[in-house]
């Protein structure tokens, strides 16, 4: 099962204030994949995002992993994460503070492994991530979703803030 899963968005719809978002969005992702969702502002890529990653509901169509319906399958939302840079509800925590909820959530996740990772990028890991600078919080945003070691990772403008050294 490990290593050959698919992601398959069928026939998303999102409707939000009686205005459809989208609707129609139909595609696979295989793990190993890099895939960029490119468009204007206020289009609607961030909302397909949160529809896909269950964060908002979807009005039609469903996201599935190897056929099974994520919003079904618990353990299945382990292998999808979503990293939102506007709405980061632990910016008021700090790095070792969120290892402990992530090792809860994700059980793939390697709490001291993390934290080491953190440190090597000179990421202060006592430090609340609030008090970082936009690109530490960008650099702190893609280092926590690798360390969930879900199979796909969504990343909403994860270079914005990212110097060209980082970005290696």
Request: proline share 4%; glycine share 6%.
């Amino acid at each position: 099962m490990e290593g050959h899963m698919e992601l398959t968005v069928n026939n998303l719809k999102k409707v939000i204030n009686n205005r459809t978002i989208f609707e129609n969005i139909n595609f696979s992702i295989a793990p190993g994949q890099i895939v960029g969702v490119v468009g204007r502002n206020g289009v609607g890529k961030t909302t397909l995002f949160k529809t896909m990653t269950g964060v908002y509901l979807a009005d039609a169509g469903q996201v599935s992993i190897d056929e099974q319906p994520i919003e079904a399958e618990l353990n299945l939302k382990q292998d999808i994460f979503f990293v939102d840079p506007l709405n980061n509800f632990y910016i008021n925590y700090t790095p070792i503070e969120i290892a402990k909820m992530y090792a809860i959530t994700y059980s793939k996740f390697n709490r001291d492994e993390f934290l080491a990772t953190v440190a090597k990028h000179n990421l202060p890991i006592k430090q609340r991530i609030k008090n970082y600078s936009k690109g530490m919080q960008g650099l702190f945003n893609v280092l926590l979703a690798l360390a969930t070691r879900a199979q796909f990772i969504i990343l909403d403008e994860p270079f914005d803030g990212l110097d060209v050294l980082i970005r290696e």
